[in-house]
């Protein structure tokens, strides 16, 4: 029997599942070993054929080089929030500098990354043409690499800074694209070294038809191509999901794995569990643009989840989350822990509109900081909207790129204003407010004043509005405390909400 986990089941029965669990996620340390590579994209232009064969001709404008492969892995994993620690084996050549450098700046740990004179640094090099003139689309690739075994030499070394380095860590990530780094005795010694110091160890396979010297390890990721090389079965496309847990539970049985998580591309991932029943969690459905790195980016995400002891199930929609965001971008793009975040709250919150819970905003503020946009705070009772409003948030909106407004409960206008007030709830409020094109986000708060929000959601802009000096407001000494730029808008007067209802009470009368 296969269990399936619902992308869209309700908010209640999901929150303590996943998003709970991510609120307490924290920063961890990994350790990737495998093959470091060189992703090498050479841009230009293919709008005519070569004259001496029918081929495109490409007139190249550009070109960019990011680490890939075991590479990749390690950014995955910084974006995650990890401090990552790299081992594998590079050329001494001027590829390997490139791809050193990338480390280095990324912040990743590189001494472990052995320089060898006798290969090369693997390349991935893509010749990339504009479809239509706008988008990039990959026309050809060339691999430059040496897959020889190390030298004994380099593998007892870079066996022992492992070993040296191993009881630091929280995870370690194999990833082998079989270019000679990780063989036979390289994957048992680190399973044996991972067992000894309880480490758990997710790998990421090799396209080869033998999983044993992985045999022992935590966790592994084939996709169904892969998995069905390694084990001898045949799945067609059309394949029911028995088939699939085929896979897995004969990858468990014949090497000891205590979980597959088997990647179905479309159909999400069938996770499976050592004595567990096997269990779909399917994917949204999504615009695929390039599947280059979604490997990467769910052995980095499961890393990510098992170091903060989420358990299987929630790594894996965890994982499925980060790889759809993966795939809707061309090439392979480290996805922060920001985004990923955000992602699931759309899957399993539904987030329409603009009005947020105060958890929701913390996570969504936190993807506009990661993308460079600046953000304004500014907050009020807004009962009975009038021209005054407009004209203020209008203004308060130039002052940056996002704007959140907060609003008083009902119970705070009533303190603040009197009996009668408000004269709308703050669900009406809150759906008038709405309309408003300068508005990004609505948040309703209880507090007498917003000291508590300017401590949590940290905007970059404070906007106040009226007539009055910048120490005068009720967090002037909060606002100094954070470094928020206080900014003191123009009063109109007359405009004002008390006004407004005096003016309609004496034409009534």
Known sequence: MVCTADPTED???????LLNRLKTYSPFTALVVGDFMLDQSIY?????????????????????????????????LKALKADVSCFGVIGADHEGELLRKALIESG????????????????????IGLAQHRHPQKMFRLDLESRDPLPDLVRKKMLSMIEARINAVDVVCLEDYNKGVCDEEVCRRIVEMCAAKNKPLLVDPAAIDDYSKYAGATLITPNRSEAELATGLDTPLEASDLHNTDLA????????FEVVVLTLDRHGALLEERGGDPILVPTVARSVYDVTGAGDI???????????????????????????LEVEVFGCKAIPLAEVMREVLIQHRTLKGKVRTHEELLIELEVHR????????TNGCFDVIHAGHVAYLREA??????????????????????????????????????????????????????????????PDILVKGGDYQPHEINEWELVKELGLDLRILAHRPGLGSTDVIDRMVKTVE
């Not at 908010?11 to 599942?17: I, Q």
């Not at 709008?47 to 995955?76: F, I, M, Q, T, W």
């Open 11 to 17: 908010n209640e029965s999901f929150m303590p599942d």
């Open 298 to 324: 769910v052995l980095a995400a499961l890393a990510g989840a098992v170091a903060n002891k989420l358990p299987w199930l929630d790594a894996v929609k965890f994982a499925n989350a980060a790889a759809g």
């Open 108 to 127: 990743c740990d590189i001494n472990g990354l052995i320089q060898d004179s006798t290969r090369p640094t693997t390349i991935k090099r893509s010749l």
């Open 370 to 377: 990661q993308a460079g946009d600046s953000i304004v705070f």
């Open 249 to 256: 539970t004969k990858l468990i049985k014949e090497h000891k």
């Open 397 to 458: 909106k130039s002052q940056g790129q996002v704007l959140v407004v907060a609003i008083n409960s009902d119970e705070q206008v009533k303190k603040q204003k009197g009996d009668g007030r408000p004269i709308y709830s703050s669900r009406e409020r809150l759906e008038i407010l709405s309309e408003f094109q300068c508005i990004d986000y609505l948040i309703v708060f209880d507090e007498p004043t917003v000291h508590e929000l300017l401590q949590t959601l940290k």
């Open 44 to 76: 230009g232009a293919a709008d005519r054929l070569s004259p001496d064969a029918p081929v495109p001709v490409l007139h190249e404008d550009r070109r960019e080089n990011k680490p890939g492969g075991a590479a990749n892995v390690a950014l995955c």
